[in-house]
């Protein structure tokens, strides 16, 4: 997936899933335009999901939704984007582990919020339950970025500590042990 500067969105590639957002599982080898929209301005994605903010803030997604991993409340794939819920106060910190089926935003008001796969803890929010939908991840408002490893997600607050969670083999999470957080 790539972005331009247009707020065009474009895609390429496999889409077994739907995860080109063109309506089908028709992979290609050049890229083609997402739909017609031209207000797009934030993109993540992994290996079989896309997640992308249009203006106004309204989150979309699209591709496998294996465990809830699109967060649109259902495990349906879908091939075209649809819009997560009715808010429109996403921000543009957008994370994807490739392939393990999970996302999560940094909001506007800087608020955490995570989906998807919840094996090991990776979405941060003391369960291991999958969600379909975004949940908050506590109540704090000084969250900056979030980015996703292979079975952990790793975050920033605004005044620039790191925070790590998930799945931590062989030391994944970077705190001197092996244990799952």
């Not at 379909?132 to 109540?139: A, E, L």
Request: hydrophobic share 30%; net charge negative.
């Amino acid at each position: 997936w790539a972005l331009k500067t247009d707020g065009t969105l474009w895609s390429w590639g496999d889409s077994a899933s739907g995860q080109l957002g063109h309506g089908n599982t028709t992979s290609l080898s050049s890229p083609a335009q997402v739909g017609s929209a031209t207000d797009w301005q934030y993109l993540g994605g992994g290996s079989r999901q896309c997640f992308a903010v249009r203006d106004g803030g309204k989150l979309f997604t699209w591709g496998e939704a294996e465990n809830g991993a699109l967060g649109s409340g259902s495990t349906t794939d879908r091939s075209s984007p649809v819009q997560v819920g009715a808010l429109t106060d996403w921000g543009g910190s957008a994370c994807k582990a490739g392939g393990q089926n999970r996302g999560g935003f940094v909001k506007d008001d800087y608020t955490l919020w995570t989906w998807g796969n919840n094996t090991y803890g990776t979405l941060g929010d003391g369960t291991g339950t999958d969600r379909s939908s975004p949940v908050q991840i506590g109540s704090l408002t000084d969250w900056s970025t979030l980015a996703c490893g292979y079975r952990s997600m790793n975050a920033i607050k605004t005044d620039g500590t790191l925070w790590t969670w998930g799945e931590g083999r062989n030391g994944g999470l970077g705190l001197g042990n092996t244990t799952n957080y």
